[in-house]
């Protein structure tokens, strides 16, 4: 425990007042929560769309720009993982559990109730696909690439340790170490929790869902409590094995076992109206990408609720998961290019996304419009192994993906607890397996408090209340990046003239 910091002690306490409050009055945290949420979705809604739309175009400016070569590392570095288990650890942190919460309810959601139109129409399942793609696409991934570059270039191209505040040295100097920084770092560890909170909290319900399915188990608060506890200690004896070992393979079997249910979805569905759906569709939102991106409906209040309910509460929690998410990637992503990095966490994981919805999301839709079941009238954790049990070989994928749910589980809050650790121990690459057992029981906990005080709706509230602050922050990160890489390239250019 010596290599703990004020950050830890702070975030820690602050933590342990949350969940006792939760535990309390989880009523009245609730209400709390939900004035809060309506404050800002009511009058922060442009600034999140803005703010999106910005770590879009940065990301895209740093690809084609001259600072594409510097290398995230000293010049001589090599990657220290291999391309593919990069990909696999970069993506099982990202948007796993996600990804199958969200695969077929969210596009049959939006098909039944879309943010324009009427629903139900093939108009509406255009929409719904461009809407879900522009929430799980290369938005989300900008903002990923952009704090997870900013953290890895000052992390191992300038020996400073991996924490949020240090990366604001250019601009402000020495005050990172003082005061300003610790808040900067406390904020980030409070974003962390609660955007990984949110993703267990989903995690546990739909294993409940599946269980129920499957073994007739009881689908209660109850349940998932038993579900989270289990899970923790997996994640907790994943956690002190380190990233070489427990966060690699994991990530490693997420990712061939991912893919085994894609391709069984894909063959046991509607192969060609898939693969014609995905196309169409992912036409559609490269060329509305810019309007999609920062629609509001001002003039319309049920449109912009729904726009706050989906499209604002998604950009909150990738700015939420920015941190968690960001140091985690840095930190495996040594010794590659910035044009390379960028490029790699931007295309690959959003041509994912888009592939994955199109396939779970649009057999919803197919059984909705051609078989007449009501996909639509499911609730978000049920979608999924309802639209299974319409295919062949159902009990087989339920199984599966099960499996799949909890071993996304464990790498998620794997990452996180390690994440955490680095946070609140200087950035050390190693911090002690207490102090990440620490924090794991901290996420457990956070997530059974927010599923006491109003599940997903305090989730939410959560993520858009968090990343606020944050937010601010790590826009003055990518100009503290900017002015780090015109000195840098300045610094080149002095030495060639010697």
């Known amino acids: 425990m010596n290599q703990v910091t004020k950050v830890f002690w702070f975030s820690l306490v602050i933590s342990i007042i949350f969940v006792a409050w939760g535990v309390i009055s989880p009523k009245y945290l609730e209400s709390v929560m939900t004035v809060w949420k309506g404050f800002f979705l009511n009058n922060f809604g442009w600034y999140y769309q803005l703010i999106a739309t910005f770590f879009l175009i940065f990301a895209l400016f740093l690809v084609f720009s001259k600072y594409g070569k510097i290398k995230l590392g000293k010049d001589e570095d090599k ?3 291999s391309r593919p288990t990069w990909f696999a650890m970069l993506f099982s942190a990202g948007m796993g559990i996600g990804l199958l919460f969200f695969g077929v309810s969210e596009p049959i ?12 129409t093939t108009q509406a399942a255009n929409i719904a696909l461009r809407y879900t793609y522009l929430h799980w696409g290369f938005h989300a991934w900008a903002i990923y690439a952009t704090i997870a570059l900013v953290l890895a270039y000052y992390k191992f191209r300038k020996g400073l340790p991996g924490l949020m505040s240090v990366t604001l040295y250019p601009l402000i100097g020495e005050k990172v170490k003082g005061p300003i920084g610790t808040v900067i770092d406390i904020v980030a560890v409070f974003a962390t929790i609660f955007g990984v909170a949110a993703s267990l909290g989903l995690g546990a319900a739909q294993i409940n869902v599946g269980m129920n399915y499957v073994f007739g188990i009881p689908n209660n608060f109850t349940v998932q409590l038993l579900i989270i506890g ?10 002190a094995t380190g990233v070489k070992k427990g966060i690699k393979y994991l990530s490693n079997a997420n990712l061939i076992l991912a893919v085994v249910i894609f391709f069984l979805f894909l063959f046991l569905g509607p192969t060609v109206f898939l693969l014609d759906l995905m196309v169409t569709t992912f036409g559609g939102y490269i060329q509305y ?13 049920e449109n912009a609720t729904w726009v706050q309910d989906w499209t604002i509460f998604y950009w909150a929690w990738w700015i939420a998961w920015a941190p968690f998410v960001g140091t985690f990637i840095a930190r495996v992503s040594k010794g590659r290019t910035v044009r390379e990095f960028v490029i790699a966490v931007l295309v690959i994981p959003t041509l994912v996304c888009v592939i994955w919805f199109a396939v779970f999301g649009g057999t919803g839709i197919y059984l909705e419009i051609f078989e007449k079941l009501k996909v639509s009238e499911q609730s978000l954790e049920t979608a999924l192994f309802f639209v299974y049990q319409q295919l062949p070989f159902a009990m087989v994928l339920i199984v599966l993906t099960l499996f799949l749910i909890s071993t996304f589980f464990i790498t998620s809050a794997d990452s996180a607890t390690f994440v955490l650790g680095m946070q609140t121990t200087n950035g050390s690459l190693n911090p002690p397996n207490v102090v990440k057992i620490i924090w794991g029981l901290i996420l457990s906990a956070s997530a059974i408090v927010l599923m006491l005080s109003g599940g997903l709706n305090a989730m939410q509230t959560a993520i858009i209340v968090s990343a606020f602050p944050l937010s601010f922050v790590l826009l003055l990160m990518t100009a503290s990046l900017l002015k780090s890489f015109r000195e840098e390239v300045k610094g080149k250019k002095k030495k060639r003239k010697v």
């Open 230 to 239: 289990i899970v923790t200690l997996l994640y907790l004896v994943s956690a």
């Open 109 to 120: 959601s939006h098909f039944s109730t879309p943010p324009v139109g009427e629903g139900g």
């Open 289 to 301: 990408l810019p309007s999609l991106g920062l629609r509001l409906a001002p003039f319309n209040k």
């Open 79 to 81: 990657p220290e993982f």
